[in-house]
């Protein structure tokens, strides 16, 4: 039987599908989160919005390099973990905003939102894990998405905290291990893509 290249190809669109539906969830969830955030003056909350549109953005750079040269793959990767690292320095300004600047967070605002931004990731997380061997912005994805799923259980804990003492102090620590989180995927991928590129 000739190779016609046809599985590779049914892989590629396969990808392709993936990575619309978790653009769509990541990007619905970045303007949800965003807006609960500064209701809830919640800087976990901002952080993990502004986490949904790197990973929103990190998607559709990996969508438009699916099925491309290893060249332009690899230069997503980068673009991305770029990215990841930027929004984790943001992140980290906007907790030292808040800080400066107080407001009392709503708890239970945070932990509701929260979990609807677990449910989202966890479906995320779930289907890219079906392509997570795959080329490096597979590989991103999935760190991103995992490292997104344990961002919001910290926004849920950090919510009840927030309950119970009566303190902004939670929520800005969250917002602390969030910009930590997504600063080190985004330096994960940029030392896997470095890596690459030498082997190239």
Same mark, same amino acid.
């Given at each position: 039987?000739?190779?016609?290249?046809?599985?590779?190809? =049914?892989?590629?669109?396969?990808?392709?599908?993936?990575?619309? +539906?978790?653009? #769509? +969830?990541?990007?619905?969830?970045?303007?949800?989160? @965003?807006?609960?955030? $500064?209701?809830?003056?919640?800087? %976990?909350? @901002?952080?993990?919005? $502004?986490?949904?549109?790197?990973?929103?953005?990190?998607?559709?750079?990996?969508?438009?390099?699916? %099925?491309?040269?290893?060249?332009?793959?690899?230069?997503?990767?980068?673009?991305?973990?770029?990215?990841?690292?930027?929004?984790?320095?943001?992140? !980290?300004?906007?907790?030292?905003?808040?800080?400066?600047?107080?407001?009392?967070? @709503?708890? =239970? =605002?945070?932990? &509701?939102?929260?979990?609807?931004?677990?449910?989202?990731?966890? +479906?995320?997380?779930?289907?890219?894990?079906?392509?997570?061997?795959?080329?490096?912005?597979?590989?991103?994805?999935?760190?991103?998405?995992?490292?997104?799923?344990? #961002?919001?259980? %910290?926004?849920?804990?950090?919510?009840?905290?927030?309950?119970? !003492? &009566?303190?902004?102090?939670?929520?800005?620590?969250?917002?602390?291990?969030?910009?930590?989180?997504?600063?080190?995927?985004?330096?994960?991928?940029?030392?896997?893509?470095? =890596?690459?590129?030498?082997?190239?």
């Amino acid at each position: 039987m000739s190779d016609c290249g046809c599985e590779l190809e =049914a892989d590629g669109e396969s990808q392709r599908k993936t990575l619309r +539906i978790v653009l #769509a +969830i990541n990007a619905a969830m970045f303007v949800a989160e @965003i807006v609960a955030g $500064l209701l809830a003056s919640s800087t %976990g909350l @901002i952080a993990d919005s $502004l986490d949904m549109l790197a990973d929103a953005s990190v998607y559709a750079i990996s969508l438009y390099a699916v %099925g491309r040269s290893s060249s332009i793959r690899h230069n997503a990767a980068t673009a991305s973990g770029v990215l990841q690292v930027v929004l984790g320095i943001s992140v !980290l300004i906007e907790v030292v905003r808040r800080f400066v600047g107080g407001g009392e967070p @709503i708890g =239970a =605002a945070m932990m &509701g939102m929260g979990l609807v931004a677990l449910i989202a990731n966890a +479906i995320c997380l779930k289907l890219i894990s079906r392509h997570k061997h795959g080329d490096i912005n597979f590989r991103a994805s999935y760190i991103f998405s995992a490292n997104d799923v344990i #961002a919001n259980v %910290g926004v849920i804990v950090s919510g009840l905290l927030v309950l119970l !003492l &009566g303190s902004q102090i939670p929520d800005l620590l969250i917002g602390i291990v969030i910009a930590a989180v997504v600063t080190r995927g985004g330096w994960q991928i940029l030392t896997e893509s470095r =890596a690459e590129s030498k082997s190239m």
